[in-house]
């Protein structure tokens, strides 16, 4: 049962263009979500995080959007870089109990020059 | 501030071996994180813990996997007469406290022959 999808397995943009990233969830229990980088070899670094109190945070070139109707979000990201390719993933979690991730499956993302 | 340290980086095992990896959360850190990833798949949650305590291990599999987090020392991921399927990247992740984003290792990767 995959409560969170990334349906794009990969995705390609050119250079000083606007990467969107999206991500759909099916447990109306998450209410914290998150964006996490990945470089091959590394652990995922996180990004940008948002509360279902809010439909939009911004950090920087990162804009995170929240439709908690449709159970929808998305990572924009503006101007693309050739440094933000890389596996990008989604992740929830809920209050009640541990603080568990619960991770999609991941984009690559490549910016072109 | 260093980040959070696992060791060892690259790990391998013959079939029936025990594999001990090791976490060391951020300074500051006292809640630890254990996630798993096959090859082309997300992230999957193992075990949280906090010191001397096991909050959430609905992720564990039932048999051969254990994990601790002692009053001193790194958070240890066991897994007992390893099988083939056990290849993986493990990566830990700490976080301040309940409800603050989680801060990723860069991952064991452990090799079954």
């Known amino acids: 049962d995959q409560q969170v999808k990334q349906n794009s397995p990969s995705l390609s943009v050119q250079e000083g263009r606007i990467s969107i990233l999206n991500c759909d969830y099916t447990?109306?229990?998450?209410?914290?979500f998150l964006w996490y980088k990945k470089y091959p070899a590394e652990g995922p670094t996180f990004l940008i995080s948002i509360s279902s109190i809010k439909d939009k945070n911004e950090d920087g070139r990162f804009t995170v959007f929240l439709n908690k109707s449709a159970k929808h979000l998305s990572l924009h990201i503006v101007p693309s870089q050739p440094g933000d390719s890389a596996v990008y993933f989604c992740a929830a979690s809920a209050a009640q109990g541990a603080q568990k991730l619960v991770f999609g499956q991941g984009t690559r993302l490549t910016i072109n020059p | 501030n260093a980040g959070v340290m696992q060791n060892p980086r690259h790990l391998v095992r013959r079939r029936g071996q025990e594999a001990r990896l090791r976490c060391s959360p951020m300074?500051?850190?006292?809640?630890v994180y254990w996630y798993r990833q096959l090859p082309e798949e997300g992230l999957k949650f193992m075990v949280y813990l906090q010191k001397e305590n096991i909050i959430d291990e609905s992720g564990m599999p039932k048999e051969r996997f254990s994990a601790e987090f002692p009053k001193e020392g790194p958070s240890i991921l066991r897994i007992q007469q390893v099988v083939r399927g056990d290849s993986a990247a493990y990566f830990c992740a700490s976080s301040p406290q309940k409800g603050y984003e989680q801060y990723f290792g860069p991952g064991t990767r452990l090799t079954v022959t």
């Open positions: 300074k500051g850190h006292s809640h």
């Open positions: 447990n109306s229990m998450f209410d914290y």
